[in-house]
Nanobody, 123 residues
Framework: QLQASGGGLVQPGGSLRLACVAS????????TAWFRQAPGKDHEFVAA????????VYADSVKGRFAISRDNSKKTVFLQMNTLKPEDTAVYYC??????????????????WGQGTLVTVSS
């Protein structure tokens, strides 16, 4: 199971840090990612991380502003979001799969989904 938290209301230019706690088993092959969904839109890939080796990938829209990281001992993946923009407003989902894939940006590739946490960027 995946439990996401940390969403909220923030002004443009502000920061938030999301956390995703993964209960159950773990492996260095696991991949945890963040997707987001704005109202009326499809799921959009944000960032992904492979637990073993720490390989990370980002969507172009967040590169340089967002950072994904992990705490292995707590089975927690973080998404540090800086310089937030109104277009970052969405429900953010923590997702996971058991092996790396080149199709990491496709939501259909992930087997496990958390409940989502709402991020609202507005003045």
């Amino acid at each position: 199971q995946l439990q996401a938290s940390g969403g909220g209301l923030v002004q443009p230019g502000g920061s938030l840090r999301l956390a995703c706690v993964a209960s159950g088993g773990s492996s260095s092959d696991y991949v945890t990612a963040w997707f987001r969904q704005a109202p009326g839109k499809d799921h959009e890939f944000v960032a992904a991380m492979r637990w073993g080796g720490g390989r990370t990938v980002y969507a172009d829209s967040v590169k340089g502003r967002f950072a994904i990281s992990r705490d292995n001992s707590k089975k927690t993946v973080f998404l540090q979001m800086n310089t937030l923009k109104p277009e970052d407003t969405a429900v953010y989902y923590c997702v996971q799969r058991t092996r790396w894939t080149v199709r990491y940006a496709q939501s259909s590739e992930y087997d496990y989904w958390g409940q989502g946490t709402l991020v609202t960027v507005s003045s």
